[in-house]
């Protein structure tokens, strides 16, 4: 079925290094993802999104690949701070529809260690 | 606010009592989301509105779920009968409506079933 995963549910570094979070996803239909951060206690926030005719995007200090052929997605967090310490979740989209429904993975925890 | 607002913020109650959970999108926001967090999980979808059209309901998990949304804002979301799996983090979000972009999220209302 389809379906939006991760490779690595923990995550821990070191303040200052950069991190790389990865995500599988099985739709390959899917043309639209986006990676939220979440906050304990809070809800999920927009971090960066990208559509399927690109293979890179950037942001500030973040940078998000799109693998269409493995059907992998990763969040690249340069220079990781202690504020970055959260849940990451990818989202996926298959757009064209009526509807727009993400559908989300498990997460995975980034700790950041000072 | 400007935000996407939910309550209550922490409900608890006794299995097989009927429990409300209120949502106000940020004004202008055409679309409506419901998700549903269970400890240390990702973000199951659960229903969506957009506009006046019918909502996709297809991820309410059983028949004791409904929601609904007057007048194209305020939404409620109602679980009846409550059971001890309905212990979660429900999270509401809103966006412009478009294909693809992003979802605001509220905070979540934590329901506890004892």
């Known amino acids: 079925g389809e379906s939006v995963g991760l490779h690595l549910p923990t995550l821990s570094v070191q303040e200052g290094d950069n991190s790389i979070i990865n995500c599988a996803y099985s739709n390959s239909a899917s043309d639209y993802f986006i990676w939220y951060k979440q906050e304990s206690g809070k809800g999920p926030q927009f971090i960066i999104d990208?559509?399927?005719?690109?293979d890179k995007r950037q942001g500030q200090r973040v940078t998000v690949l799109l693998n269409k052929t493995v059907k992998h997605l990763s969040l690249q967090i340069a220079a990781t701070q202690p504020g970055d310490s959260a849940v990451y979740f990818c989202?996926?989209?298959?757009?064209?529809?009526?509807?727009?429904?993400?559908?989300f993975g498990k997460g995975t925890l980034l700790t950041v260690n000072p | 606010g400007a935000g996407v607002s939910q309550s209550p913020s922490n409900k608890v109650t006794e299995k097989g009592k009927d429990v409300e959970l209120r949502c106000d999108p940020i004004?202008?926001?055409?679309?409506l989301y419901w998700y549903r967090q269970s400890l240390g999980q990702g973000l199951e979808f659960l229903i969506y509105f957009q506009g006046n059209s019918a909502p996709d309901k297809s991820g309410l998990p059983s028949d004791r779920f409904s929601a609904e949304r007057t007048g194209g804002s305020v939404s409620t979301l109602t679980i009846q009968r409550t059971q001890q799996e309905d212990s979660a983090v429900y999270l509401c979000?809103?966006?412009?409506?478009?294909?693809?972009?992003?979802?605001?999220f509220g905070e979540g209302s934590r329901l506890t079933v004892l």
């Open positions: 004004s202008g926001h055409t679309a």
């Open positions: 990208i559509r399927s005719n690109m």
């Open positions: 989202a996926e989209n298959k757009s064209g529809g009526s509807n727009y429904k993400l559908t």
């Open positions: 979000a809103s966006s412009l409506g478009r294909v693809t972009g992003e979802l605001f």
